[in-house]
């Protein structure tokens, strides 16, 4: 049976984010002023670790394989942020997922 979880996450250019095998990322969001992730999972299923990317406005953003999740603000939009999630080789699963 499938749910959707939370997952708190930091301002940080990379971050690990540790959630069952094929959860489908939905959103990043602001909760009380903090960016979260949401995620469709299936509890039952082994652990797969994704790596979650954090660029502000105006970030330089090197080529790399990466699928774009979402644009979330802080401060009252004082602070834009656009999420990405890195695809490492074999992850091709993840690109056509939204």
Same mark, same amino acid.
């Given at each position: 049976?499938?749910? +959707?979880?939370?997952? *708190?996450?930091? +301002? /940080?250019?990379?971050?690990?984010? =540790?959630?069952?095998?094929?959860? $489908?990322? &939905? !959103? %990043?969001?602001?909760? /009380? ?5 949401? /995620? &469709?999972? #299936? *509890?039952?299923? #082994?652990?797969?670790?994704?790596? %979650?990317?954090?660029?502000? !406005? ?7 394989? @990466? @699928?774009? =999740?979402?644009?979330?603000? =802080?401060?009252?939009? $004082?602070?834009?942020?656009? /999420?990405? $999630?890195? &695809? @490492?080789?074999? #992850? !091709? $699963?993840? =690109? !056509?997922? @939204?």
């Amino acid at each position: 049976m499938r749910t +959707i979880h939370k997952y *708190p996450l930091q +301002i /940080a250019a990379s971050q690990p984010v =540790i959630m069952p095998k094929d959860a $489908e990322i &939905l !959103t %990043i969001q602001t909760q /009380a002023g903090n960016p979260c992730l949401w /995620a &469709l999972v #299936d *509890p039952d299923n #082994d652990v797969d670790m994704r790596i %979650i990317e954090i660029f502000g !406005t105006g970030d330089v953003i090197h080529e790399k394989r @990466r @699928r774009y =999740i979402s644009t979330f603000q =802080i401060k009252n939009g $004082e602070s834009v942020f656009h /999420a990405f $999630e890195y &695809l @490492r080789a074999g #992850d !091709t $699963e993840h =690109i !056509t997922r @939204r």
